[in-house]
Nanobody, 116 residues
Framework: QVQLEESGGGLVQPGGSLRISCAASGDTFSLYTMGWYRRTPDTLREMVARITDDGRTVYADAVKGRFTISTDNMKNTLYLQMNSLKPEDTAVYYC??????????WGRGTQVTVSS
């Protein structure tokens, strides 16, 4: 089973950039579909971006063209590069690992706040 730990969240001004990371341990990282999700006090957890084990990516419409998901299999790390950040991107961001719909793991989340 895989364990996940997010890092890199923080406060950023509107229009700014931030990169958050998710370190994975405990299993073969490259076998999983990895994803970033986010949740606010007013919304359910929603998918932000996903990347499959063969490198295909999917993005939520709200972040297309601004966010980029990537992996470093040598470091067992998932990244989310966030550019042109907006106040509505403020949320707790969670890392997810999905093994063929059979098994899922979640990190504890990292807070991203976009505010001037």
């Amino acid at each position: 089973q895989v364990q996940l730990e997010e890092s890199g969240g923080g406060l950023v001004q509107p229009g700014g950039s931030l990169r958050i990371s998710c370190a994975a341990s405990g299993d073969t990282f490259s076998l999983y579909t990895m994803g970033w999700y986010r949740r606010t006090p007013d919304t359910l957890r929603e998918m932000v971006a996903r990347i499959t084990d063969d490198g295909r990516t999917v993005y939520a419409d709200a972040v297309k063209g601004r966010f980029t998901i990537s992996t470093d299999n040598m470091k067992n790390t998932l990244y989310l590069q966030m550019n042109s950040l907006k106040p509505e991107d403020t949320a707790v961001y969670y890392c997810n690992a999905d093994y063929r719909g059979i098994y899922q793991a979640w990190g504890r989340g990292t807070q991203v706040t976009v505010s001037s």
